[in-house]
């Protein structure tokens, strides 16, 4: 009884990685699944959104070399 008991858990903890990877692997489910949520966390970029994140950049840039100028200034008077 014992032996059988024992063969049946090393069955189990064999064959249940292998099953997972296996199932996780087919070129199916990866498409229907894993693409799809992709498209959801990250869309495909749109030009509005596109230009708004560029819009955003400039600004940041110019306002991060005005701060440099006006830190040169400061120090060329000291």
Request: hydrophobic letters at 35%; zero cysteines.
């Given at each position: 009884?014992?032996v059988?008991?024992?063969?049946?858990?090393?069955?189990l903890?064999l064959s249940?990685?292998?099953?997972?990877?296996w199932?996780s692997?087919?070129?199916?489910?990866?498409?229907?699944?894993?693409?799809?949520?992709?498209?959801?966390?990250?869309?495909?970029d749109?030009?509005?959104?596109?230009?708004?994140?560029?819009?955003?950049?400039?600004r940041m840039?110019l306002?991060?070399?005005?701060r440099?100028?006006?830190?040169?200034?400061?120090?060329?008077?000291?």
């Amino acid at each position: 009884m014992g032996v059988k008991i024992e063969m049946f858990r090393m069955m189990l903890y064999l064959s249940f990685p292998v099953t997972m990877f296996w199932i996780s692997n087919q070129a199916e489910y990866f498409e229907e699944y894993i693409v799809k949520r992709k498209r959801e966390i990250f869309p495909p970029d749109e030009s509005l959104h596109r230009k708004e994140l560029e819009d955003f950049k400039e600004r940041m840039r110019l306002r991060k070399e005005q701060r440099l100028q006006k830190e040169m200034s400061l120090e060329s008077k000291n």
